[in-house]
Protein backbone atom coordinates (compact mmCIF):
# COMPACT_ATOMS: atom_id res chain seq x y z
CA UNK A 1 0.00 0.00 0.00
CA UNK A 2 1.12 3.08 -1.07
CA UNK A 3 1.84 6.00 1.52
CA UNK A 4 0.06 9.41 -0.05
CA UNK A 5 2.20 12.68 0.04
CA UNK A 6 2.54 14.72 3.24
CA UNK A 7 1.24 17.58 1.17
CA UNK A 8 -1.95 16.37 0.76
CA UNK A 9 -2.32 15.42 4.89
CA UNK A 10 -3.54 18.31 6.12
CA UNK A 11 -3.86 19.15 10.21
CA UNK A 12 -5.74 21.75 11.82
CA UNK A 13 -4.31 22.29 15.42
CA UNK A 14 -6.57 24.22 18.19
CA UNK A 15 -5.18 25.07 21.60
CA UNK A 16 -5.64 28.66 23.08
CA UNK A 17 -1.68 27.74 24.27
CA UNK A 18 0.57 29.67 21.94
CA UNK A 19 3.31 28.22 23.05
CA UNK A 20 2.60 24.71 22.81
CA UNK A 21 1.09 24.99 19.57
CA UNK A 22 3.93 26.81 18.09
CA UNK A 23 5.91 23.80 19.21
CA UNK A 24 3.60 21.71 17.62
CA UNK A 25 3.16 23.08 14.32
CA UNK A 26 6.97 23.77 14.13
CA UNK A 27 7.60 19.38 14.38
CA UNK A 28 4.82 18.64 12.14
CA UNK A 29 6.15 21.22 9.35
CA UNK A 30 9.60 19.76 9.94
CA UNK A 31 7.94 16.39 8.99
CA UNK A 32 6.17 17.93 5.73
CA UNK A 33 3.00 18.12 6.86
CA UNK A 34 0.62 21.35 5.80
CA UNK A 35 -0.46 22.38 9.15
CA UNK A 36 -3.55 25.57 10.49
CA UNK A 37 -3.51 26.41 13.76
CA UNK A 38 -6.49 28.29 15.87
CA UNK A 39 -6.74 29.85 19.01
CA UNK A 40 -10.07 28.67 19.90
CA UNK A 41 -12.62 26.44 19.40
CA UNK A 42 -14.73 29.19 16.86
CA UNK A 43 -11.73 29.49 14.89
CA UNK A 44 -10.71 25.99 14.72
CA UNK A 45 -14.33 25.40 13.27
CA UNK A 46 -14.30 28.00 10.73
CA UNK A 47 -11.18 26.82 9.57
CA UNK A 48 -12.55 23.69 9.32
CA UNK A 49 -15.63 24.52 7.02
CA UNK A 50 -13.22 26.06 4.76
CA UNK A 51 -10.61 23.52 3.80
CA UNK A 52 -10.19 19.87 4.09
CA UNK A 53 -8.72 18.12 7.08
CA UNK A 54 -7.32 14.70 7.40
CA UNK A 55 -6.32 15.43 10.66
CA UNK A 56 -7.67 17.75 13.64
CA UNK A 57 -5.77 18.56 17.12
CA UNK A 58 -7.71 20.17 19.90
CA UNK A 59 -7.16 21.28 23.31
CA UNK A 60 -10.00 19.72 25.28
CA UNK A 61 -10.44 22.83 27.76
CA UNK A 62 -10.64 26.12 25.75
CA UNK A 63 -12.29 29.47 26.14
CA UNK A 64 -15.87 29.27 24.31
CA UNK A 65 -16.83 25.99 22.45
CA UNK A 66 -14.37 23.66 24.22
CA UNK A 67 -12.99 19.98 22.48
CA UNK A 68 -16.07 18.11 23.19
CA UNK A 69 -18.04 19.90 21.48
CA UNK A 70 -15.91 20.96 18.85
CA UNK A 71 -15.27 16.94 18.36
CA UNK A 72 -19.45 16.57 18.36
CA UNK A 73 -19.15 19.50 15.55
CA UNK A 74 -16.42 17.67 13.08
CA UNK A 75 -18.42 14.44 13.52
CA UNK A 76 -21.21 16.31 11.91
CA UNK A 77 -19.30 17.91 8.99
CA UNK A 78 -16.90 15.20 7.88
CA UNK A 79 -17.60 11.52 10.01
CA UNK A 80 -14.40 10.24 8.67
CA UNK A 81 -11.58 12.86 9.75
CA UNK A 82 -9.14 11.93 12.72
CA UNK A 83 -9.44 13.83 15.96
CA UNK A 84 -6.43 13.67 18.62
CA UNK A 85 -7.47 15.17 21.91
CA UNK A 86 -4.82 17.18 24.05
CA UNK A 87 -5.95 17.01 28.03
CA UNK A 88 -4.69 17.57 31.26
CA UNK A 89 -4.16 14.58 33.89
CA UNK A 90 -7.34 16.20 35.54
CA UNK A 91 -9.07 15.86 32.81
CA UNK A 92 -8.48 12.13 31.46
CA UNK A 93 -11.97 10.73 32.19
CA UNK A 94 -12.92 13.40 29.50
CA UNK A 95 -10.99 11.97 27.38
CA UNK A 96 -12.19 8.74 27.70
CA UNK A 97 -15.53 10.04 26.82
CA UNK A 98 -14.18 11.91 23.88
CA UNK A 99 -13.19 8.63 22.51
CA UNK A 100 -16.26 7.19 22.93
CA UNK A 101 -18.00 10.10 20.92
CA UNK A 102 -15.22 9.15 18.28
CA UNK A 103 -11.71 10.63 18.44
CA UNK A 104 -9.27 8.61 17.68
CA UNK A 105 -7.10 9.30 20.64
CA UNK A 106 -5.88 11.36 23.57
CA UNK A 107 -2.45 12.53 24.63
CA UNK A 108 -2.06 14.44 28.22
CA UNK A 109 0.13 17.27 29.04
CA UNK A 110 2.92 18.27 29.28
CA UNK A 111 2.90 16.56 25.46
CA UNK A 112 5.86 14.09 25.08
CA UNK A 113 7.05 14.82 21.48
CA UNK A 114 8.04 11.56 20.77
CA UNK A 115 4.84 10.11 21.83
CA UNK A 116 3.00 12.81 19.99
CA UNK A 117 4.68 12.41 16.64
CA UNK A 118 4.02 8.48 16.77
CA UNK A 119 0.16 9.42 17.32
CA UNK A 120 0.18 11.26 14.42
CA UNK A 121 1.55 9.00 12.15
CA UNK A 122 -0.95 6.07 13.87
CA UNK A 123 -3.77 8.47 13.04
CA UNK A 124 -2.16 8.82 9.21
CA UNK A 125 -2.25 5.06 8.62
CA UNK A 126 -5.73 4.87 9.87
CA UNK A 127 -7.18 7.36 8.18
CA UNK A 128 -5.16 5.83 4.83
CA UNK A 129 -7.10 2.90 5.63
CA UNK A 130 -10.53 3.89 5.73
CA UNK A 131 -10.21 5.47 2.73
CA UNK A 132 -8.37 2.72 1.50
CA UNK A 133 -11.68 0.98 2.46
CA UNK A 134 -14.30 3.67 1.31
CA UNK A 135 -12.42 3.47 -2.59
CA UNK A 136 -12.81 -0.04 -2.69
CA UNK A 137 -16.21 -0.24 -1.44
CA UNK A 138 -17.42 2.67 -3.76
CA UNK A 139 -15.34 0.16 -6.37
CA UNK A 140 -17.44 -2.47 -5.72
CA UNK A 141 -21.15 -0.37 -6.08
CA UNK A 142 -20.07 0.47 -9.51
CA UNK A 143 -18.60 -2.66 -10.77
CA UNK A 144 -21.83 -4.30 -9.54
CA UNK A 145 -24.12 -1.22 -10.55
CA UNK A 146 -26.72 -2.37 -12.80
CA UNK A 147 -24.66 -0.68 -16.20
CA UNK A 148 -22.23 -3.67 -15.15
CA UNK A 149 -24.62 -6.41 -16.08
CA UNK A 150 -24.43 -7.35 -19.69
CA UNK A 151 -28.11 -7.58 -21.41
CA UNK A 152 -30.09 -6.46 -24.15
CA UNK A 153 -33.22 -9.20 -23.25
CA UNK A 154 -36.37 -7.24 -22.47
CA UNK A 155 -37.13 -10.35 -19.81
CA UNK A 156 -33.39 -9.21 -17.98
CA UNK A 157 -34.17 -5.52 -18.32
CA UNK A 158 -37.75 -5.79 -16.34
CA UNK A 159 -35.41 -7.70 -14.05
CA UNK A 160 -33.02 -4.93 -13.76
CA UNK A 161 -35.98 -2.76 -13.25
CA UNK A 162 -37.35 -4.50 -10.77
CA UNK A 163 -33.78 -4.57 -8.60
CA UNK A 164 -33.86 -0.50 -9.06
CA UNK A 165 -37.21 -0.61 -7.32
CA UNK A 166 -36.57 -2.90 -4.38
CA UNK A 167 -32.63 -2.07 -3.81
CA UNK A 168 -33.27 0.95 -1.52
CA UNK A 169 -35.86 -1.43 0.71
CA UNK A 170 -35.47 -3.44 3.60
CA UNK A 171 -37.72 -6.25 2.18
CA UNK A 172 -36.44 -9.52 1.76
CA UNK A 173 -35.94 -10.89 -1.80
CA UNK A 174 -35.88 -14.76 -3.39
CA UNK A 175 -34.05 -14.93 -6.67
CA UNK A 176 -35.15 -17.73 -8.34
CA UNK A 177 -33.13 -19.42 -11.28
CA UNK A 178 -31.50 -22.17 -12.88
CA UNK A 179 -27.85 -22.62 -11.63
CA UNK A 180 -25.23 -20.11 -13.68
CA UNK A 181 -27.96 -17.18 -14.36
CA UNK A 182 -26.19 -15.05 -12.08
CA UNK A 183 -28.14 -14.90 -8.97
CA UNK A 184 -25.64 -13.87 -7.36
CA UNK A 185 -24.42 -10.75 -9.05
CA UNK A 186 -27.88 -9.76 -9.23
CA UNK A 187 -27.76 -10.20 -4.90
CA UNK A 188 -24.84 -7.87 -4.84
CA UNK A 189 -26.61 -5.58 -7.27
CA UNK A 190 -29.44 -5.08 -4.72
CA UNK A 191 -26.71 -4.87 -2.16
CA UNK A 192 -24.25 -2.37 -3.50
CA UNK A 193 -27.29 0.01 -5.06
CA UNK A 194 -29.19 0.03 -1.68
CA UNK A 195 -28.57 2.03 1.62
CA UNK A 196 -26.34 -0.79 2.90
CA UNK A 197 -24.03 -0.59 0.19
CA UNK A 198 -21.36 0.36 2.67
CA UNK A 199 -21.79 -2.55 4.93
CA UNK A 200 -20.49 -5.76 4.51
CA UNK A 201 -22.13 -8.24 1.94
CA UNK A 202 -21.57 -12.23 3.43
CA UNK A 203 -22.65 -14.69 1.37
CA UNK A 204 -23.17 -18.41 2.38
CA UNK A 205 -24.25 -21.07 0.13
CA UNK A 206 -26.62 -23.63 1.94
CA UNK A 207 -25.89 -26.73 -0.08
CA UNK A 208 -22.25 -26.73 0.19
CA UNK A 209 -21.96 -26.96 3.68
CA UNK A 210 -22.47 -29.63 6.34
CA UNK A 211 -25.41 -30.15 7.99
CA UNK A 212 -23.67 -30.32 11.34
CA UNK A 213 -21.78 -27.33 10.65
CA UNK A 214 -24.12 -25.36 8.93
CA UNK A 215 -26.50 -24.26 12.05
CA UNK A 216 -22.91 -22.67 13.18
CA UNK A 217 -21.80 -21.34 10.17
CA UNK A 218 -25.02 -19.50 10.01
CA UNK A 219 -25.34 -18.65 13.96
CA UNK A 220 -22.00 -18.30 15.57
CA UNK A 221 -21.06 -20.51 18.99
CA UNK A 222 -20.18 -19.74 22.09
CA UNK A 223 -16.62 -21.45 23.45
CA UNK A 224 -17.49 -25.08 24.81
CA UNK A 225 -20.72 -24.85 23.31
CA UNK A 226 -20.24 -28.40 21.75
CA UNK A 227 -16.96 -30.66 21.92
CA UNK A 228 -14.44 -28.97 19.73
CA UNK A 229 -15.90 -25.61 20.54
CA UNK A 230 -12.29 -23.82 22.14
CA UNK A 231 -13.32 -20.40 21.25
CA UNK A 232 -16.25 -18.01 20.25
CA UNK A 233 -17.32 -17.74 16.75
CA UNK A 234 -19.26 -14.87 14.77
CA UNK A 235 -21.64 -16.79 12.59
CA UNK A 236 -23.00 -15.27 8.79
CA UNK A 237 -25.58 -13.30 10.16
CA UNK A 238 -23.52 -11.63 13.11
CA UNK A 239 -20.93 -10.89 10.97
CA UNK A 240 -23.51 -9.50 8.28
CA UNK A 241 -25.05 -7.10 10.82
CA UNK A 242 -25.89 -3.84 9.38
CA UNK A 243 -25.39 -5.41 5.70
CA UNK A 244 -27.21 -8.12 3.53
CA UNK A 245 -26.55 -11.77 3.77
CA UNK A 246 -26.98 -13.82 0.70
CA UNK A 247 -28.53 -17.71 0.91
CA UNK A 248 -27.34 -19.41 -1.95
CA UNK A 249 -29.53 -22.74 -2.43
CA UNK A 250 -32.26 -22.21 0.40
CA UNK A 251 -34.04 -25.11 -0.37
CA UNK A 252 -31.43 -26.96 0.32
CA UNK A 253 -32.02 -25.44 4.15
CA UNK A 254 -32.68 -28.25 6.67
CA UNK A 255 -35.94 -27.95 8.10
CA UNK A 256 -34.63 -27.63 11.86
CA UNK A 257 -32.35 -24.84 10.51
CA UNK A 258 -35.90 -23.17 8.39
CA UNK A 259 -37.15 -22.75 12.06
CA UNK A 260 -34.12 -20.57 13.54
CA UNK A 261 -34.10 -18.84 10.10
CA UNK A 262 -37.64 -18.07 10.79
CA UNK A 263 -37.20 -16.52 14.11
CA UNK A 264 -34.65 -14.29 12.70
CA UNK A 265 -36.75 -12.98 9.68
CA UNK A 266 -39.70 -12.26 12.01
CA UNK A 267 -37.72 -10.76 15.54
CA UNK A 268 -34.11 -9.63 13.91
CA UNK A 269 -32.34 -11.47 17.09
CA UNK A 270 -30.14 -14.51 16.82
CA UNK A 271 -29.79 -17.39 19.19
CA UNK A 272 -25.86 -18.30 19.42
CA UNK A 273 -25.35 -21.96 20.22
CA UNK A 274 -24.57 -21.68 23.89
CA UNK A 275 -25.40 -18.55 24.15
CA UNK A 276 -27.42 -17.74 27.10
CA UNK A 277 -29.41 -14.57 25.63
CA UNK A 278 -30.28 -14.03 22.23
CA UNK A 279 -28.64 -11.25 19.64
CA UNK A 280 -29.90 -8.66 18.47
CA UNK A 281 -28.87 -7.71 14.76
CA UNK A 282 -29.76 -5.70 11.45
CA UNK A 283 -29.50 -8.09 8.49
CA UNK A 284 -30.89 -7.38 5.35
CA UNK A 285 -31.57 -11.04 3.73
CA UNK A 286 -31.55 -11.76 0.15
CA UNK A 287 -31.90 -15.77 -0.64
CA UNK A 288 -31.68 -17.58 -3.95
CA UNK A 289 -32.59 -20.61 -5.17
CA UNK A 290 -32.76 -23.51 -8.40
CA UNK A 291 -35.35 -25.36 -6.88
CA UNK A 292 -39.34 -25.32 -6.74
CA UNK A 293 -39.81 -23.82 -3.36
CA UNK A 294 -43.97 -23.80 -4.27
CA UNK A 295 -43.25 -27.92 -4.78
CA UNK A 296 -40.76 -28.49 -1.68
CA UNK A 297 -43.47 -27.22 0.58
CA UNK A 298 -46.28 -29.25 -0.59
CA UNK A 299 -43.66 -32.63 -0.27
CA UNK A 300 -43.48 -30.80 3.46
CA UNK A 301 -39.72 -30.44 2.80
CA UNK A 302 -39.70 -26.72 2.94
CA UNK A 303 -41.41 -24.47 5.63
CA UNK A 304 -44.40 -22.92 4.10
CA UNK A 305 -44.48 -19.60 6.65
CA UNK A 306 -40.69 -19.52 5.82
CA UNK A 307 -41.12 -19.73 1.86
CA UNK A 308 -43.81 -16.69 2.35
CA UNK A 309 -41.39 -14.59 4.61
CA UNK A 310 -38.83 -15.00 1.99
CA UNK A 311 -40.56 -14.35 -0.91
CA UNK A 312 -41.97 -10.59 -0.64
CA UNK A 313 -40.02 -9.78 -3.64
CA UNK A 314 -39.48 -12.81 -5.83
CA UNK A 315 -37.29 -12.53 -8.71
CA UNK A 316 -36.79 -14.69 -11.43
CA UNK A 317 -33.82 -14.54 -13.72
CA UNK A 318 -34.75 -16.25 -17.10
CA UNK A 319 -32.67 -18.93 -18.43
CA UNK A 320 -30.25 -17.62 -21.39
CA UNK A 321 -32.08 -20.28 -23.82
CA UNK A 322 -35.26 -17.40 -23.31
CA UNK A 323 -33.04 -14.96 -24.19
CA UNK A 324 -30.72 -15.82 -27.28
CA UNK A 325 -30.64 -12.15 -27.98
CA UNK A 326 -28.04 -12.20 -25.27
CA UNK A 327 -26.38 -14.75 -26.29
CA UNK A 328 -24.10 -12.27 -28.53
CA UNK A 329 -23.16 -9.42 -25.95
CA UNK A 330 -22.59 -11.64 -22.87
CA UNK A 331 -19.95 -13.72 -25.88
CA UNK A 332 -18.23 -10.28 -27.19
CA UNK A 333 -18.29 -9.35 -23.55
CA UNK A 334 -16.17 -12.56 -22.37
CA UNK A 335 -13.86 -12.48 -25.44
CA UNK A 336 -12.38 -8.85 -24.20
CA UNK A 337 -12.54 -9.90 -20.41
CA UNK A 338 -10.42 -12.24 -21.29
CA UNK A 339 -8.09 -10.91 -24.16
CA UNK A 340 -8.31 -7.59 -23.52
CA UNK A 341 -5.12 -6.93 -25.69
CA UNK A 342 -6.10 -8.75 -28.77
CA UNK A 343 -8.73 -8.23 -31.60
CA UNK A 344 -10.95 -11.58 -31.58
CA UNK A 345 -13.99 -11.95 -32.93
CA UNK A 346 -16.30 -14.22 -34.37
CA UNK A 347 -17.78 -15.59 -37.73
CA UNK A 348 -22.05 -15.31 -38.40
CA UNK A 349 -21.98 -18.42 -38.80
CA UNK A 350 -20.64 -19.46 -34.58
CA UNK A 351 -22.98 -17.00 -33.57
CA UNK A 352 -25.97 -18.87 -35.37
CA UNK A 353 -24.95 -21.88 -34.01
CA UNK A 354 -24.36 -20.39 -29.98
CA UNK A 355 -27.52 -18.64 -30.11
CA UNK A 356 -29.42 -22.05 -31.32
CA UNK A 357 -27.42 -24.04 -28.90
CA UNK A 358 -29.95 -24.67 -25.41
CA UNK A 359 -27.15 -23.29 -22.77
CA UNK A 360 -28.42 -25.79 -19.62
CA UNK A 361 -25.37 -24.50 -17.93
CA UNK A 362 -26.57 -20.72 -18.76
CA UNK A 363 -24.38 -17.74 -18.10
CA UNK A 364 -21.38 -20.07 -16.82
CA UNK A 365 -21.27 -22.38 -19.32
CA UNK A 366 -20.85 -19.50 -22.07
CA UNK A 367 -18.53 -17.88 -20.19
CA UNK A 368 -16.35 -21.16 -19.78
CA UNK A 369 -16.61 -22.42 -23.85
CA UNK A 370 -15.42 -19.01 -24.33
CA UNK A 371 -12.23 -18.94 -22.34
CA UNK A 372 -11.71 -22.67 -23.61
CA UNK A 373 -12.37 -21.35 -27.21
CA UNK A 374 -9.72 -18.55 -26.75
CA UNK A 375 -7.08 -20.62 -25.67
CA UNK A 376 -7.60 -23.00 -28.41
CA UNK A 377 -7.96 -21.20 -31.12
CA UNK A 378 -6.20 -21.31 -34.17
CA UNK A 379 -6.77 -17.38 -35.86
CA UNK A 380 -8.45 -14.50 -33.92
CA UNK A 381 -11.68 -14.60 -35.94
CA UNK A 382 -13.37 -17.63 -34.03
CA UNK A 383 -15.82 -20.49 -36.60
CA UNK A 384 -17.78 -23.10 -36.04
CA UNK A 385 -14.52 -25.44 -36.26
CA UNK A 386 -13.36 -23.73 -32.93
CA UNK A 387 -16.82 -25.14 -31.07
CA UNK A 388 -15.89 -28.31 -28.55
CA UNK A 389 -17.18 -31.83 -30.19
CA UNK A 390 -19.84 -32.62 -27.83
CA UNK A 391 -21.08 -28.97 -28.75
CA UNK A 392 -21.01 -29.32 -32.60
CA UNK A 393 -22.87 -32.56 -32.28
CA UNK A 394 -26.02 -30.61 -29.86
CA UNK A 395 -26.03 -27.47 -32.22
CA UNK A 396 -26.68 -29.67 -35.24
CA UNK A 397 -29.51 -31.46 -33.39
CA UNK A 398 -31.19 -28.72 -32.79
CA UNK A 399 -31.00 -27.38 -36.50
CA UNK A 400 -33.21 -30.03 -37.89
CA UNK A 401 -35.62 -32.77 -37.14
CA UNK A 402 -35.55 -36.11 -39.07
CA UNK A 403 -38.25 -37.36 -40.49
CA UNK A 404 -39.01 -40.07 -42.27
CA UNK A 405 -42.00 -39.78 -44.39
CA UNK A 406 -43.84 -43.31 -44.56
CA UNK A 407 -45.54 -43.98 -48.06
CA UNK A 408 -48.79 -44.00 -47.34
CA UNK A 409 -48.98 -40.61 -45.97
CA UNK A 410 -48.90 -39.08 -42.65
CA UNK A 411 -51.07 -37.23 -40.41
CA UNK A 412 -50.23 -33.65 -39.73
CA UNK A 413 -52.20 -32.73 -36.96
CA UNK A 414 -50.72 -36.20 -35.17
CA UNK A 415 -47.49 -34.91 -36.20
CA UNK A 416 -47.99 -31.73 -34.55
CA UNK A 417 -49.25 -33.01 -31.28
CA UNK A 418 -45.83 -35.63 -31.88
CA UNK A 419 -43.64 -32.19 -31.49
CA UNK A 420 -45.89 -30.40 -28.79
CA UNK A 421 -45.40 -33.55 -26.38
CA UNK A 422 -41.81 -34.10 -27.54
CA UNK A 423 -41.21 -30.05 -26.49
CA UNK A 424 -43.02 -30.10 -23.49
CA UNK A 425 -41.47 -33.43 -22.49
CA UNK A 426 -37.32 -31.77 -23.44
CA UNK A 427 -38.62 -28.37 -20.40
CA UNK A 428 -39.82 -30.57 -18.13
CA UNK A 429 -43.67 -29.49 -19.11
CA UNK A 430 -43.06 -26.09 -18.85
CA UNK A 431 -45.28 -23.99 -20.68
CA UNK A 432 -43.40 -20.46 -21.31
CA UNK A 433 -39.95 -22.30 -22.57
CA UNK A 434 -41.87 -24.68 -24.12
CA UNK A 435 -43.85 -21.74 -25.95
CA UNK A 436 -40.34 -20.46 -26.80
CA UNK A 437 -38.26 -23.41 -27.77
CA UNK A 438 -41.48 -23.80 -30.51
CA UNK A 439 -41.37 -19.85 -31.14
CA UNK A 440 -44.68 -19.56 -30.62
CA UNK A 441 -46.81 -17.36 -28.05
CA UNK A 442 -47.58 -18.81 -25.37
CA UNK A 443 -51.91 -18.70 -25.08
CA UNK A 444 -51.13 -20.78 -28.89
CA UNK A 445 -49.81 -23.00 -27.01
CA UNK A 446 -52.73 -23.77 -24.62
CA UNK A 447 -54.97 -23.46 -27.34
CA UNK A 448 -53.09 -26.11 -28.56
CA UNK A 449 -52.64 -27.78 -25.39
CA UNK A 450 -56.66 -27.88 -24.83
CA UNK A 451 -56.63 -28.80 -28.57
CA UNK A 452 -55.09 -32.48 -28.58
CA UNK A 453 -56.20 -32.68 -24.94
CA UNK A 454 -52.63 -32.89 -23.65
CA UNK A 455 -52.07 -32.60 -19.80
CA UNK A 456 -49.10 -32.92 -17.59
CA UNK A 457 -48.52 -36.74 -16.38
Not at 303 to 332: A, C, G, M, T, W
Not at 338 to 359: R, T
Request: aromatic share 6%.
Amino acid sequence: MTKPSLKNYRILLIDDDRSLCEVMEFNLNEQGYQVDTAATGEQGLAHFKRRDYQLVITDMKMPGIDGLQVLKELRQLQPQVMVIMITAFASVEMAVEAMKLGAYDYLTKPVNLDEFNLTIKHAQERYQLVEENKRLKEALREKFGREHIITVSEKMLKVLDMVDKVASSQATVLIQGESGTGKEILAKALHYQSQRGQAPFITINCAAIPKDLLESELFGHKRGAFTGARADKKGKFELADGGSIFLDEIGDLPLELQTKLLRVLEEQQLDVIGAETPTRIDVRIIAATNRDLEQLTKQGRFREDLFYRINVIPIHIPPLRERPEDVSVLFKHFLHKFAPDVQISCSPELMAKLQSYPWKGNVRELENLCRRMLLLRNADVLGTGDLPRQLKAQTQTTEAIPIELPPDGISLEELEKQVIIKALERHNWNQTRTANYLRIPRHVLLYRLEKFGLKRP
